[in-house]
C-alpha cells in the first residue's frame, strides 16, 4: 500500500464501516464536536497547548526501551517496547482526554462523562476534569467497578462521580450505552470524552489523530536508536485506541507489519471471548459499524476478557478496514497466554504490565523467535499492570 | 396509498388525534403480545408501534430496556416479532403496524430481506433509531419500494434543515421527540413543544406524532392537540413490569390507561 492513506472520508466511512449512526438527539452535538475539532486540529494556539501539556503534563516523549534481555532470551527479533505505561495516569488514555478536554474548554462545555472498562480511561478522564474544573461523571459496568476498585477509588479521589451500571452484561458496552443515554439528556452542557477509536464519528479519527503520537514518536525514536523502522508492530486491541495510535503512522510504510492482538478469553473455540475481528461479523452498535460480537439475530454477546479493557464486543471501524484491506493482522490470546505474558515481562525486564498490554506481550513471544535477529519488533506497551494488583493476587490466592 | 398515510388523512378529515401505543414484542412473554394488540385497537388506538427487543437500546430509559431484557429473556427477536405482526395481521387487516427498534438486528437479517419480510408480515413503517437519514437511504428505498414508510425522528434541537431532510427522506409521520432524553423521561415541557411544533411545521406536511415522556391522559391530550398524534410507551411498560406474575391484570390497566387517553383527546373534538 504505497498509495496515500486518507481514510476516513468526509462522512467519517472508512469502506464500509465506521459513520454516524446514532438517535437524533445526537445529531446536533455531534456535528457540533466535529466543527469543533477540524477548526482546532489546524490551530497553532490549540495545537501548541496540546503540545505543552503532553510534554510538562503527561511526560512526554515516552521512552522506546530496547528489551534486551527478553529479546535474547526468545531468541528472534529484538524487541523495543513503547513506555505508554510510564504516562501519567499509567497508560496512553491520557493522550487521548488532555485533547478532548481541550476542546472541550474551548466549546464552553462545562461537565465531561466518559465510560470505562479497566478503569485507565476514567482515571484519564477525572484527571483532566479536575486540572480543568469540569464536573465529571464516569460511567462504568457493575462488573468492572467490583474488579477495578483501586481505578474507582482513584477516580472518586479526583473528584468524579463513578456510576456502576446494572444494566445488560454490566461491563463495557453498558457503560457506553448509559453515557449515550446521560449524553442525550444533558446535550447543551456536557461533553462526551469517549476513550477509543469507536463511536459515531468524528470519534473514531479524533481519538486515532490524538493517539497518533504513540506512532509518531516510536518512529523517530526507533530512527535514532538503530537507524531504521521496524519491521513489525504489536498492540493489543480492544476499542483499539492504542493499536491504532502505533500503527496509523506506519500504515504507508508497507515493509511495517501490523498485529492487533484481540482477547481470546477462555478461547475462540469456547465462544468465551472479546474478539470480534477474528470471529465476528459487521454490524452497527455505538454510533458506528464494524466488527462485532453478535448472534444471527443481531443481538450483541456478552463478552469474555481476564482484562476489562478489551472486554468489549465491538472495535473501531478503522481497524476493521485495516483488517479487510489486509494492511493489518489480527491475532487473538487466551486469558492463560496473557498471563504468562504479563509474568514473563515482569520477571525478565522488571515491568509489570496491564493485563490488556500482556496480551501484546504474549503475542510479542510467538512472534518473535520466528523472526530474525535483526529484525525488529515494537511492542505497546500501553498500560502498567498496579491497577490489576488486586486481580493477580486474587488468582494467586493471596489477600491484600 | 399506505396504511398509514390513510389513517392519518382520514383522522384529519374527522378532526381526531392519533393515539399510538409502543410496546415491545414478547414482553413480559411471547403469547402476551398479539391479545394486547388486538385489546389495544378495541380501545380505540390508530396505530401500534411494535418494539423490536435489542440487548443495547442505546436511546431508551431503564423501563424500556427492562422490557426488552425480559423480551429477549423468551428469545424474543427481529423474525419473531415478525412473526407476531403476521398473526395480528390474520383478524385485523386495518390497523397500521410500525416497528420500532435498532439497526443491527435488521443488518443481521439483510436490509432486502428485512424489506421482504416486513413486507409479508403486513408491516406498514418502520422507525429505526440509530439510523439516520444519511446512512438510511438503502433501507428505506427498499421499505418505499414495498409500500412500508421509513419513519424518522426529529429532536428539540434539530435544526431547519434536519427537519426539511426528514421531510425528503421520511413518509407515514414524524416522530417528535419531545424532550432531549431517553424514552419515559419525565421533563416534558409543553410550551416548549408548542414553539418546537411551529418549526416543524413550516418545513414538513408530514403528519408530527409527538412522543417520550407522556405519561397520563392530560400530557397526552396537550400534546397530542399541538401535533397529529400522541405516542405513549414507558406508561404503558410499566403497567406490564408492576404486574410481572399477573399479565391479564396488567392488560387491563394498559386498557384502562388508553381508554382514559382515547376520551381526553377525543374531547378535543372540535
Known sequence: MTEKYNMPDERGHFGPYGGIFVAETLIPPIQELNAAYHQYLNDPEFIAELDADLKYYVGRPSPLYYAERWSRELGGAQIYLKREDLNHTGSHKINNTVGQALLAKRMGKTRIIAETGAGQHGVATATVAARLGLECVVYMGAVDVARQSLNVYRMKLLGAKVVAVESGSKTLKDALNEALRDWVTNVDNTFYIIGTVAGPHPYPAMVRDFQAIIGRESKQQCQEATGRLPDALVACVGGGSNAIGLFYPFIEDESVKMYGVEAAGDGIATGRHSAPLCAGRPGVLHGNRTYLMADDDGEIIETHSISAGLDYPGVGPEHAWLKDTGRATYVNITDTEALEGFYALTRMEGIIPALESSHAMAYTMKLAPTMSKDEIIIVNLSGRGDKDMQTMAKREGIEL | ?270
Open chain 2, 1 to 270: 396509498m399506505s396504511r398509514l398515510a390513510a389513517k392519518f388523512e382520514e383522522l384529519a378529515k374527522t378532526g381526531r388525534k392519533a393515539l399510538i401505543p409502543f410496546i415491545t414484542a414478547g414482553d413480559p412473554r411471547p403469547d402476551f403480545t398479539v391479545p394486547m394488540m388486538h385489546a389495544m385497537v378495541n380501545a380505540g388506538v390508530d396505530v401500534i408501534e411494535l418494539g423490536v427487543p435489542f440487548s443495547d437500546p442505546m436511546a431508551d430509559g431503564p423501563v424500556i430496556q427492562r422490557a426488552s431484557e425480559r423480551a429477549l429473556a423468551h428469545k424474543m427477536s427481529l423474525r419473531r416479532t415478525l412473526e407476531i405482526a403476521t398473526e395480528f395481521r390474520k383478524t385485523d387487516q386495518e390497523t397500521p403496524v410500525v416497528l420500532m427498534g435498532y439497526l443491527n438486528p435488521i443488518e443481521a437479517m439483510g436490509y432486502e430481506d428485512f424489506a421482504n419480510a416486513a413486507q409479508r408480515a403486513g408491516i406498514d413503517g418502520v422507525l429505526t433509531v440509530d439510523l439516520p437519514p444519511e446512512e438510511g437511504l438503502e433501507c428505506s428505498t427498499l421499505l418505499k419500494a414495498r409500500d412500508i414508510d421509513p419513519i424518522f425522528l426529529l429532536a428539540p434541537n434539530s435544526s431547519d434543515e434536519r427537519v426539511k431532510k426528514m421531510d425528503a427522506a421520511g413518509s407515514g409521520y414524524i416522530y417528535y421527540v419531545s424532550l432531549k432524553g431517553v424514552t419515559g423521561a419525565g421533563h416534558l415541557n409543553t410550551t416548549d413543544v408548542e414553539t418546537k411544533l411551529q418549526q416543524i411545521r413550516a418545513n414538513t406536511r408530514l403528519p408530527v406524532a409527538i412522543g417520550f415522556g407522556v405519561k397520563d391522559a392530560q400530557t397526552a391530550k396537550t400534546v397530542a392537540n399541538i401535533g397529529d398524534g400522541v405516542v405513549i410507551g414507558s406508561a404503558l411498560i410499566s403497567k406490564i413490569e408492576a404486574n410481572l406474575d399477573d399479565p391479564e391484570q396488567a392488560k387491563n390497566e394498559i386498557i384502562e390507561l388508553l381508554t382514559s387517553i382515547r376520551q381526553a383527546l377525543d374531547s378535543y373534538r372540535a
